[in-house]
């Protein structure tokens, strides 16, 4: 189970020999690998903000999140990326130059409509072509996928979370 995932599930991942990076979930103290974390899912309205929130009502927003998350993985619409796998892909492909993937920025969250799948498509296939190893067409095929699930349900957006 992918660490993010496994810390929002409320599971205790291991660190990485010589790591030192935080989960960034207030609630949880364990370590965790930095990730990015796609999902589809029907647009939402806007969140309420967790600012003043309790401690319980933030773990039990964590928890519902993990819950929806879990459920997503088993209907094959979200898909967890190590950001240290991404990144060299994604320069080695053309980075900046790229007109989805060079504008995400996998620290942050954000949400992208079924319009912009025609440019994320090229951008993925560019990916492909920049793929020197396994582990990084296994990387490039996952997001394959989601995209052929997402072009399957019109409906939905495609939502990104990142470390």
Do not use: F
């Not at 999140?65 to 967890?80: K, N, S």
């Not at 007109?99 to 992208?112: A, F, H, K, Y």
Request: charged share 30%; aromatic share 4%; glycine share 8%.
């Amino acid at each position: 189970m992918p660490d993010t995932l496994a810390c929002l599930l409320g599971e205790r991942p291991r660190a990485p020999a010589g790591s030192r990076l935080r989960c960034p979930h207030q609630s949880c103290r364990s370590v965790a690998r930095v990730g990015l974390l796609l999902v589809l899912r029907a647009p939402l309205p806007r969140p309420k903000s967790l600012r003043r929130a309790t401690r319980a009502q933030r773990r039990e927003r964590y928890r519902a999140d993990a819950e929806e998350w879990a459920t997503a993985r088993e209907r094959g619409v979200l898909l967890d990326v190590p950001v240290e796998k991404l990144l060299p892909l994604l320069n080695a492909a053309g980075g900046n130059r790229l007109p989805i993937l060079g504008q995400l920025n996998p620290w942050s969250d954000g949400v992208l409509v079924h319009e912009d799948l025609p440019q994320l498509d090229a951008d993925v296939d560019r990916l492909g072509a920049a793929a020197a190893d396994d582990t990084e067409r296994g990387l490039v095929a996952g997001l394959k996928a989601l995209l052929a699930r997402w072009r399957d349900e019109p409906g939905l957006t495609l939502h990104w979370y990142g470390d």
